[in-house]
């Protein structure tokens, strides 16, 4: 189990300094409602294990040692229900969808995809 530990802390500390040595201008983070996931009890001790709060703290911690502008998100902004392209606000959309296809102007794209573009234009 520690072994474990520590080969999975080693993984957030290498990810977390390859991310931020790209040198970005800024990083944005989405908050996630990790009580809501805990919650799942197919998936709370995978979601435990990968201590997601530990790795935005370093990647954090990186950012304000090099300079790097960090910005964290509210969970209910809709980064996953808007049109990056025209704006639009989908008023459902299941976690099944996975691809993201806009009521408004037609646009068609993965939803992750989509996700981050909205989070990258996030305050911008």
Request: aromatic letters at 8%; glycine letters at 4%; hydrophobic letters at 30%.
């Amino acid at each position: 189990m520690r072994r474990l530990f520590h080969i999975r802390n080693d993984c957030q500390e290498k990810v977390s300094t390859e991310l931020v040595r790209t040198k970005p201008s800024r990083i944005v983070m989405e908050q996630l409602n990790i009580q809501g996931m805990m919650k799942n009890r197919h998936l709370a001790r995978s979601i435990q294990q990968q201590r997601l709060y530990s790795f935005k703290k370093k990647i954090e911690h990186k950012c304000g040692k090099y300079g790097i502008q960090f910005v964290e998100v509210n969970r209910w902004h809709p980064s996953s229900k808007r049109c990056h392209s025209c704006g639009y606000v989908k008023p459902r959309l299941s976690l099944s969808e996975r691809t993201f296809v806009c009521d408004s102007c037609g646009t068609t794209m993965d939803r992750d995809l989509n996700a981050s573009i909205n989070l990258s234009q996030y305050g911008a």
